[in-house]
């Protein structure tokens, strides 16, 4: 069964230094994998995907996630990390066990980013 | 961030009462779900809908009872619930169903006393 999995369930960095937000798959076949972020009070938004093509793969709000099929990793990261990216983020990928309309989206448990200003 | 609503956004609800979640989703997309969020787990998938037709229970109690009159709109009608059953209920919706990328709605707060 396809899984994922957010090892840490918080990371805290400084204002301006880089961050990474650690996720690891488990798949059969290729991966399609995504990075979704929760602000307080609201719902998942959609930063970027890796279906196929190159391993770096840039998002909303100045997020990218590298591919790496050797260590079956999607691991986020941002070059200078503002504390407005405070929040819960999530790493995502798709069970296409099935196929078809029963391919479904399977979440880790998430990751709490704290940036100190 | 306005492609999917929801309402209500909070919601206290006894456990005999009956109430209804309405997410509307202004994409046009063709497929939609309920998912449910609680604390420190994954967010787990309840219904699928594709084209108004229902294509994934994943074992949800009876006391959940989605309904999709078009591809806009979606409801999750709620009986009987017990207080295990508080959590965020997230509405998405993708182009395809098992497709392409999911949008969330803001989700609906859900506590039963």
């Known amino acids: 069964a396809q899984s994922v999995a957010q090892p840490e369930d918080q990371v805290n960095v400084a204002e301006g230094n880089p961050l990474t937000v650690k996720c690891t798959y488990s798949?059969?076949?290729?991966?399609?994998l995504f990075w979704y972020v929760q602000y307080p009070n609201r719902g998942l938004q959609f930063l970027l995907k890796?279906?196929?093509?190159?391993?770096l793969v840039k998002g909303s709000y100045g997020f990218e996630a590298e591919f790496n099929k050797s260590q079956t990793s999607f691991h986020l990261k941002k070059p200078s990390a503002l504390v407005s990216d405070s929040a819960l983020y999530f790493c995502?990928?798709?069970?296409?066990?099935?196929?078809?309309?029963?391919?479904?989206?399977?979440f880790g448990t998430g990751t709490l980013l704290a940036v100190q200003p | 961030e306005t492609g999917v609503t929801q309402t209500p956004r909070h919601l206290v609800m006894g456990m005999t009462n009956k109430k209804s979640l309405k997410c509307e989703q202004h994409l046009g997309h063709n497929a939609m779900y309920w998912y449910k969020q609680s604390a420190k787990k994954p967010l787990e998938l309840m219904f699928v809908?594709?084209?108004?037709?229902?294509?994934e229970n994943n074992s949800v109690p009876s006391r959940f009872s989605p309904e999709c009159p078009n591809s806009s709109h979606l409801f999750l009608h709620l009986h009987t619930l017990q207080p295990e059953d508080s959590a965020l209920y997230l509405c998405?919706?993708?182009?395809?169903?098992?497709?392409?990328?999911?949008?969330f709605g803001p989700g609906t707060r859900l506590l039963v006393l």
């Open positions: 809908y594709s084209l108004e037709e229902r294509v």
């Open positions: 998405a919706s993708s182009q395809v169903a098992g497709e392409g990328t999911q949008y």
């Open positions: 995502a990928v798709r069970d296409m066990a099935y196929g078809g309309a029963t391919n479904k989206l399977i």
């Open positions: 798949v059969s076949g290729n991966p399609y």
């Open positions: 890796y279906i196929t093509g190159d391993n």
